[in-house]
């Protein structure tokens, strides 16, 4: 374990449902943590309300153009995105997932953490990406416990559950295309390796590509510079060419 620590591996561990119950990272990972532990405490309001309008513009561009991807027809998503505020005071973000989630998938499906098949294998799925995100985030430094939105005092993954977030429609096109080629609504060994591959699944910045685990160490370390001031915004890559 203390390997898997020294090389900022993120380990999950799964209840006897065999279902993401733990992770174990490295707390000491940067050279100047408690210097951008203190930047991220003492972040202001304001900028803490435009990374969070920023990240949510972010997904539901992404679950727009995944949605249109799949359906084949145009959608609002791109206004939607427009909409949304500082803060998302208006909650844009849940009128696009409503819409979202009413549209994906061809059966009669409602998105929710302990429901019906395919739940199962979308938490599966956001479990792998909340790790891989929490390691980006306290690889650059980050104190993941305090987010940017999520403030739950229960949550000790608060700033990757916010930071996942443009992220997740990769899970929901690999969920999707499992359906199509499995009949199986159980996870087993081989549903729950195509989830795992999400994270070497490319991804594009302006002038590169990347898999997206080091897709997600960028994006976190351009969050740092931001509580740093040396940067604005939040360097988010785009899901597709």
Not at 37 to 66: C, M, Y
Not at 84 to 99: C, H, I, P, Q, R
Not at 103 to 114: L, V
Not at 166 to 171: A, E, K, L, S
């Amino acid at each position: 374990m203390n390997l898997l620590i020294n090389n900022n591996t993120a380990l999950i561990i799964c209840n006897r449902s065999h279902l993401p119950n733990g992770l174990f990272l490295n707390l000491n990972s940067h050279h100047i943590q408690q210097e951008l532990f203190k930047r991220q405490i003492q972040a202001s309001q304001p900028l803490k309300k435009k990374l969070w309008q920023q990240t949510i513009v972010e997904k539901i561009t992404n679950q727009g153009i995944l949605l249109e991807k799949i359906t084949t027809s145009k959608n609002s998503f791109h206004f939607l995105a427009s909409k949304v505020l500082s803060g998302d005071t208006t909650n844009m973000e849940a009128v696009a997932a409503n819409f979202y989630w009413k549209s994906f998938f061809e059966i009669d499906f409602k998105r929710e953490r302990f429901g019906n098949y395919p739940n199962n294998f979308l938490n599966y799925g956001y479990a792998i990406l909340r790790a891989a995100t929490a390691r980006a985030l306290s690889g650059s430094g980050l104190l993941n416990t305090l987010g940017i939105h999520h403030k739950s005092k229960y949550n000790a993954f608060a700033l990757a559950d916010d930071i996942m977030e443009p992220f997740r429609p990769i899970v929901d096109e690999t969920v999707h295309t499992i359906m199509h080629h499995y009949d199986e609504q159980n996870l087993n060994t081989e549903i729950k390796s195509m989830l795992l591959q999400i994270l070497t699944r490319t991804v594009y910045f302006k002038n590169e590509k990347s898999p997206l685990m080091v897709a997600l160490q960028k994006t976190a370390s351009s969050l740092q510079q931001c509580y740093t001031g040396k940067r604005k915004k939040i360097k988010y890559p785009k899901l597709w060419n």
